[in-house]
């Protein structure tokens, strides 16, 4: 794990929740990072580094800050600008970043890409259907014949984590298609529709660095999606996470990486489009083994919140690392003894409506178990903290056992007000289940 090239470099970190705190919080700590630059960051992200109100979807002004800033490695936290192609532009202007280029980051800007590639490379999933938008009619007679419930649609390209119903039979179905299609609710990205088999089990997230060859499993850890305990409601961005999981052992973790991570950097080696940046593999744990949900193109949120406090390796340069082709040779040092647990706070009417600036309280000091990552925050013209998105703080703790962890987790959260303040009150208790 030798580096070669010992020496600080200025770091900008794209985004701004709470995904994008807790990546800051990891590179300040590195031995490699110098200056580190959030665009445009949050109010936790300004503990890490220097937010700037960068225009981060003009690509001639990053390209403009980088050069300015002397950076020498982008990393890129959400997945707009990586389907929109700033690595490629980044990259062909001689700048280093994290992310994978426009064409690899279809396998999540598009759904029907993504499956399309795992079946021509043999990545276990379930069975699909694509219908374009023109295509309406063909799809509700294919939801109107099936009688397997419940099903799955998906808007194939970007929906913030919102663009997928599972009815649970044909009136929500055809209420969901409509949604999808009819009414046009998610623009763009539901002009195509994919339609899914259902696979039950239980779904776990796994984090892959990859540099266009190798690929470095960092950790697995379960989301709580729907906004109700007992994973009821609606589906979220996610409100809360635990790590690791025992939903896959070093056996599961090794089949992953044969049969889900490898091929597919095969593939997209194959298809032209070498996959350098993290691989989200969102996994059903079925009765046959693991198969492919989804992929994403970066960390997960809030998954990105407890794999963070658990890499004990320089987050910097394995980063380079993965940037500069050498991870055959890097072993990343994960903390597997721990547990972790992150707890969102959201504003009440998450994920309808909700009221934006009220006034937050009570955020306790950073301690070497606890982290509270920022996500919808901001600073009022008051100076005061107040809330600022649907998801607003990630209270994240970390335990001997995962019991431990719930628990600091859920008191250092009971510290913590606002008006509307809204959170589970299950977390991890699935992961409780298993032992």
């Not at 890409?113 to 374009?132: Q, S």
């Not at 721990?338 to 306790?364: D, F, N, R």
Request: proline share 5%.
């Amino acid at each position: 794990m030798a580096d070669s090239n010992p020496g600080k470099i200025n770091v900008l970190l794209i985004g701004s929740g709470g995904r994008e705190h807790a990546l800051a919080w990891a590179l300040r700590k590195s031995d490699r990072t110098g200056q580190l630059f959030i665009a445009p960051g949050n109010p936790g992200t300004a503990r890490c580094g220097t937010n700037v109100p960068l225009d981060t979807s003009n690509q001639e002004a990053v390209l403009a800050f980088i050069e300015d800033h002397q950076i020498g490695l982008t990393v890129v936290g959400p997945e707009q600008p990586l389907v929109e192609g700033i690595a490629d532009f980044l990259s062909a202007n001689g700048k280093l970043v994290f992310g994978p280029s426009q064409a690899a980051a279809r396998l999540e800007g598009s759904k029907s890409f993504a499956k399309d590639i795992m079946k021509k490379y043999g990545v276990p999933t379930g069975d699909y259907l694509v219908f374009e938008g023109h295509e309406a009619d063909a799809a509700r007679a294919h939801i109107t014949q099936n009688n397997s419930w419940p099903m799955v649609l998906k808007a194939d390209g970007l929906a913030a984590g919102k663009g997928v119903f599972i009815p649970q039979n044909l009136e929500e179905a055809l209420w969901s298609l409509d949604a999808l299609v009819t009414d046009d609710l998610y623009g763009k990205s539901g002009t195509r529709l994919v339609i899914e088999e259902y696979l039950t089990g239980e779904e776990v997230s796994v984090f892959a660095i990859c540099d266009g060859k190798n690929a470095r499993i960092l950790m697995h850890a379960q989301d709580h999606k729907r906004i109700g305990d007992g994973d009821t409601g609606l589906n979220t961005g996610g409100m809360g996470a635990y790590a690791p999981t025992r939903l896959l052992d070093d056996a599961g973790l090794a089949a992953v990486q044969e049969k889900i991570v490898e091929p597919m950097l095969h593939g997209m080696a194959a298809e032209g489009a070498p996959y350098v940046g993290v691989l989200y593999c969102g996994l059903m744990i079925t009765p046959d083994g693991p198969k492919v949900i989804e992929f994403n193109c970066r960390f997960g949120d809030p998954e990105c919140q407890v794999i963070m406090p658990a890499l004990q390796s320089d987050f910097t340069d394995l980063l380079l690392a993965a940037c500069e082709g050498r991870l055959d040779t890097y072993v990343p040092d994960i903390d597997m003894q721990q547990w972790y647990t992150c707890l969102v706070l959201a504003s009440g009417g998450y994920p309808g409506s909700y009221e934006k600036g009220k006034v937050i309280t009570g955020i306790p000091t950073e301690s070497e178990q606890v982290q509270v990552f920022h996500a919808g925050t901001k600073t009022d013209a008051e100076g005061r903290l107040v809330t600022n998105g649907g998801r607003v703080l990630n209270v994240v703790a970390k335990g001997e056992t995962l019991q431990d962890s719930i628990r600091l987790a859920y008191d250092a959260a009971s510290l913590i007000s606002f008006e509307g303040l809204y959170k589970r009150t299950d977390i991890g208790a699935k992961g409780l289940a298993k032992f």
